[in-house]
């Protein structure tokens, strides 16, 4: 299971951006992080474009399915749909992660059982302003 955000276990940050020009603003080879909507979908097509690693949010299995054609090395989700969109990961044999986000580490065991790929805290992600 992959843990991002943990105070006591290193980890990879993700740059939450807000459009394209906040990604001169992160440094080399990190993971970028959008929400899933229409309104990014020119972002996600230059991140794709450009070979970057982004992580995309989504509220939907819709949304995760189309996140995976994008291209995203991660999908983070909430725990409502977790299992779902890992589940349909799995069988469709996604090449994304599926993150669920968390407050508390003790989501990590309950998570863990469901076979979620893994778990991400607030404090993993940096906000690019």
């Keep these: 299971m992959l843990i991002f955000g943990h105070n006591r276990l290193k980890s990879?940050?993700?740059y939450h951006i807000h459009d394209i020009d906040s990604i001169s603003?992160?440094?080399p080879s990190c993971v970028l992080f959008i929400d899933f909507s229409e309104k990014n979908f020119d972002i996600i097509e230059y991140m794709k474009l450009n070979d970057l690693d982004f992580a995309l949010e989504?509220?939907?299995?819709?949304?995760a399915i189309?996140?995976?054609?994008l291209g995203a090395k991660y999908i983070i989700t909430n725990t409502k749909?977790?299992?779902t969109i890992q589940d349909r990961a799995e069988y469709y044999l996604f090449d994304a992660k599926i993150l669920c986000r968390i407050e508390d580490e003790s989501e990590i065991e309950v998570l863990a059982k469901e076979g979620i790929d893994g778990v991400i805290f607030a404090e993993a992600i940096v906000k690019v302003i």
């Excluded at 989504?58 to 949304?63: G, I, Q, R, T, Y």
């Excluded at 189309?66 to 054609?69: L, N, P, R």
């Design 12 to 14: 990879e940050l993700f």
């Design 25 to 27: 603003k992160t440094p």
């Design 58 to 63: 989504v509220n939907s299995l819709k949304d």
């Design 66 to 69: 189309f996140s995976e054609q």
């Design 81 to 83: 749909l977790a299992k």
